[in-house]
């Protein structure tokens, strides 16, 4: 699968929920390897901000990230929008340190995004692959987020609160697609006895009744209620019962819920890559959401590379015969028994290491040790078939070694063991030769890793 852009720009303006300001925010199509970033075009210098989320540094009714001195509020909605869009790379200009509410849901960005268009580019996608449960509790708030292995991206939400008119709530995506019309229309909320609290924290400036469910379900007075609708610069209203006071109906049932599924997606964007596994939250909120996305890219950071899955029962996109096709290699020394993935920049091999291997008599007949100089050497066979996909007619093309760096041997590999060869190119292909760097696992370990020069060269007769 390859990364994806916007096709054209789109602007919108709005009201920032929190600042009372307008503002006008454009979205822009951005390059490869790009990913999600907001540009102050109101500040000097214009900043940028990677929206990671390492970078985020509050999650009071909204997601705020932060780079040096500068800062933006309101995120998680556009985030939503982009990352349900399976969009990789986008640039937000905004003249504000806030994205517009709009009608406090996702919305209007899905429909612009239909509406400008998504681009295919030429880099393929980088997943996080979910492949153990993962789990981030707070115990103070009973919130938890756990995710589970899954072929696809899916979300489950379950919320709870002490309130006679907002109690248990389920809400549930299976697929991505379903976001721009089940989930994307769902709108934040508030419950009154939280608005005088959030006023005084100098938030919510920009909050109405038009881009926010108000809950009123704790008793109050009339004047106390006239003088939080001064405050906020909205019409008094005469309130007698417990219930939603806006005027427009829910857009489902379970709207609340479907909200905070919306806030969860927008959170997670902020892990850098798309996910591939199934989300379970319970009470979530931006807080616990920003930390378990924090776990994530912390773990996507010490690992350059994810370890490729490997499913035996999966159909290989090479298997030994077209491998000994392509390479010159016979026994002992073709090193490559199938190639199970490949894009245009990687390609991902496996190896079945036996006790029958030939070089066990002698390295070594007591500890039988797979030699790292043949690790490399597998590596190598690997990359050599992704370089030869680049050419019409691989047959007649060899690649051959020109230089071996950075060679990293972690871990002894032992009969019994499986390596999956995971090999990328570091540099484009130039003048027949190029740039690769090579990793082999063992499970989930690294065991060896390298980087290689290859030239590819024309075979004679």
């Known amino acids: ?62 997601t705020v990230v932060k780079q040096g001195d500068v800062q933006v509020s309101t995120i998680e909605h556009a985030m939503a929008a982009l990352y349900a869009s399976s969009i990789d790379n986008c640039l937000i200009k905004v003249n504000a340190p806030e994205i517009p509410i709009l009608d406090g849901s996702a919305r209007i960005y899905c429909e612009n995004i239909e509406r400008v268009g998504i681009v295919e580019q030429e880099a393929d996608k980088e997943f996080y692959v979910v492949k153990h449960k993962i789990e981030v509790t707070d115990p103070e708030t009973g919130s938890k987020i756990m995710v589970l292995p899954d072929d696809e991206f899916s979300v489950e939400v379950k919320i709870n609160f002490d309130s ?46 038009e881009n926010a469910i108000v809950i009123y379900d704790s008793p109050m007075s009339q004047e106390n209620l ?65 930390t378990f996305a924090k776990q994530i890219r912390r773990e996507i950071k010490r690992m350059d590379v994810q370890a490729p899955s490997y499913n035996p029962n999966q159909e290989p996109v090479m298997d030994n015969i077209r491998i000994r096709e392509l390479l ?26 036996t006790t029958n291997e030939p070089f066990f008599q002698g390295h070594f007949p007591q500890e039988p040790v797979l030699p790292g100089v043949l690790m490399v050497e597998a590596m190598a066979q690997t990359g050599g078939m992704l370089v030869l996909s680049s050419v019409p007619d691989p047959e007649h093309y060899s ?42 696992f063992v499970g989930e370990k690294l065991v060896c890793e390298c980087e290689f020069m290859a030239q590819i060269v024309k075979n004679k007769g």
């Open 399 to 440: 690649t051959y070694f020109m230089k071996i760096d950075n060679v990293k041997f972690r871990q002894k590999v032992i009969p019994g063991d499986t390596l999956i060869f995971h090999v990328s190119f570091m540099t484009e292909l130039r003048r027949g030769c190029a740039m690769m760097k090579g990793r082999a």
């Open 226 to 290: 006239d003088r939080i609708a001064d405050t906020m610069g909205v019409a008094r209203r005469q309130v007698n019962e417990f219930g939603y006071i806006n005027d427009f109906e829910l857009f489902a049932s379970n709207e609340p819920a479907r909200h905070k599924l919306l806030d969860v997606v927008g959170d997670v964007a902020l892990i850098g890559r798309p996910l591939k596994g199934k989300i379970i939250a319970t009470r979530p909120g931006h807080l616990i959401n920003s």
């Open 164 to 209: 006679p008119v907002l109690h248990n709530q389920y809400a549930s995506m299976e697929h991505v697609d379903e976001f721009a019309k089940e989930i994307a229309p769902s709108r934040t909320f508030v419950f009154v006895r939280e608005i005088e609290p959030l006023l005084a924290a100098n938030l919510i400036k920009g909050g109405d009744l």
């Open 1 to 62: 699968m390859k990364q994806l852009t916007l096709k054209d720009s789109f602007v919108i303006k709005g009201k920032g929920l929190h600042t009372g300001l307008e503002i006008e925010a454009e979205f822009c199509p951005a390059p490869e390897n790009h990913g999600y970033k907001i540009q102050r075009v109101d500040l000097p210098d214009q900043p940028i901000i990677d929206a990671v989320a390492e970078n985020v540094v509050g999650s009071n009714r909204g």
């Open 328 to 353: 010159p290699h016979r026994y002992p020394f073709l090193l490559v028994d199938k190639i199970i993935d490949m894009g245009t920049n990687y390609i991902v091999g496996v190896k079945n290491v």
